[in-house]
């Protein structure tokens, strides 16, 4: 059966999602909630009395829901306690006004039983978006200058802009074209993640840039300085390019220490 959170079940969700990969993740994403950070609600499902579930939606927007930090007890997988979890979310979202909801996944095998939940419950896999990040890596780049861009949103699919409220990611639907600029003559979108001790640049691309190698060398002048770092949302297919730049550009990048290349799948459904 379908709970809101309460406090009180943060044991009975640990017991077992400490268990399973990103449990600090999760309970950054908790913690959130708690302190108010952020628009959403927490839920919980449970069988017999006994806490087997968790996930949480987030509100970025007045219509967009985004659903996140799905964790299933390992002892009640494939039982469709997370098709029926995610469902309840939905109408959830739909109560309290979003006309749309979307999640995102890791772009890997593992995350199959995710992408059949999505297929079942008619949401859409709307882009495959890649994460470049690179940190500790800006030092002697130098910090560009960024035109703002003039014209049209641009489209490369889907229309998705990847915000970072620290340590979650959202992808949400902007009501209004946010104000662009131009790195290396690509129309990009680029805002600042603060959080205690350290500044991340989060630019999300829209266009493929001309020269990779310029537009890199000007995404690692944005990191520049200590405990900075930069993470660029781009379509999956343009990060081996970015990725090869950025290597020539840095040699000796070590993935996970000063830098990581993922993709990701977004899925969304109107609410209706
Ligand atoms: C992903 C997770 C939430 C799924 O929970 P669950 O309760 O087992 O999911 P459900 O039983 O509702 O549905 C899983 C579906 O995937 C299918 N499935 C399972 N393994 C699969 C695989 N390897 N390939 C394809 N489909 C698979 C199941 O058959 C089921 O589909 P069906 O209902 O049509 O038979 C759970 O495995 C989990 O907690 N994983 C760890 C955390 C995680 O990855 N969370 C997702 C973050 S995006």
Same mark, same amino acid.
């Given at each position: 059966? &379908?709970?809101?959170?309460? !406090?009180?079940? &943060?044991?009975?969700?640990?017991?077992?999602?400490?268990?399973?990969?990103?449990?600090?993740?999760?309970?950054?994403?908790?913690?959130?909630?708690?302190?108010?950070?952020?628009?959403?609600?927490?839920?919980?499902?449970?069988?017999?009395?006994?806490?087997?579930?968790?996930?949480?939606?987030? &509100?970025?927007? +007045?219509?967009?829901?985004?659903?996140?930090?799905?964790?299933?007890?390992?002892?009640?997988?494939?039982? $469709?306690?997370?098709?029926?979890?995610?469902?309840?979310?939905?109408?959830?979202?739909?109560?309290?006004?979003?006309?749309?909801?979307? /999640?995102?996944? #890791?772009?890997?095998?593992?995350?199959?039983?995710?992408?059949?939940?999505?297929?079942?419950?008619?949401?859409?896999?709307?882009?495959?978006? =890649?994460?470049?990040?690179?940190?500790?890596?800006?030092?002697?780049?130098?910090? +560009?200058?960024?035109?703002?861009?003039? %014209?049209?949103?641009?489209?490369?699919?889907?229309?998705? @802009?990847?915000?970072?409220?620290? +340590?979650?990611?959202?992808?949400?639907? !902007?009501?209004?074209?946010?104000?662009?600029?131009? *790195?290396?003559?690509?129309?990009?979108?680029?805002?600042?993640?603060?959080?205690?001790?350290?500044?991340?640049?989060?630019?999300?691309? &829209?266009?493929?840039?001309?020269?990779?190698?310029?537009?890199?060398? $000007?995404?690692?002048? /944005?990191?520049?300085?200590?405990?900075?770092?930069?993470?660029? @949302?781009? +379509?999956?297919?343009?990060? !081996?390019?970015?990725?090869?730049?950025?290597? =020539?550009?840095?040699? %000796? *990048?070590?993935? $996970?220490?000063?830098?990581?290349?993922?993709?990701?799948?977004?899925?969304?459904?109107?609410? #209706?």
């Amino acid at each position: 059966m &379908f709970h809101a959170y309460r !406090p009180a079940d &943060f044991p009975a969700v640990a017991a077992f999602a400490r268990r399973q990969p990103e449990f600090e993740y999760l309970k950054a994403i908790i913690r959130m909630h708690e302190e108010a950070r952020v628009r959403g609600a927490r839920a919980v499902w449970r069988e017999s009395n006994r806490v087997i579930a968790f996930c949480a939606v987030a &509100f970025p927007n +007045p219509r967009d829901a985004w659903l996140y930090g799905m964790r299933v007890d390992d002892r009640f997988k494939g039982q $469709g306690i997370a098709t029926r979890l995610t469902r309840a979310l939905f109408g959830l979202a739909r109560q309290a006004g979003r006309t749309w909801v979307a /999640l995102d996944t #890791k772009d890997v095998a593992s995350k199959a039983p995710v992408f059949r939940i999505c297929d079942r419950l008619g949401m859409t896999h709307l882009a495959t978006h =890649a994460t470049t990040m690179l940190w500790n890596s800006g030092l002697g780049f130098v910090r +560009p200058r960024l035109e703002p861009a003039h %014209g049209p949103w641009p489209h490369t699919g889907a229309r998705l @802009v990847m915000r970072q409220r620290f +340590p979650l990611w959202i992808w949400e639907r !902007p009501a209004a074209g946010p104000r662009l600029s131009l *790195l290396a003559g690509a129309r990009v979108l680029v805002e600042y993640d603060v959080c205690p001790g350290r500044r991340w640049a989060v630019v999300n691309a &829209f266009e493929r840039p001309q020269d990779t190698r310029a537009f890199v060398r $000007g995404l690692l002048g /944005l990191a520049h300085g200590r405990r900075r770092g930069v993470v660029l @949302v781009s +379509p999956a297919a343009w990060q !081996p390019a970015l990725r090869r730049a950025a290597r =020539a550009l840095v040699p %000796g *990048l070590v993935r $996970g220490v000063d830098s990581s290349f993922d993709a990701w799948r977004i899925y969304g459904r109107r609410l #209706k």
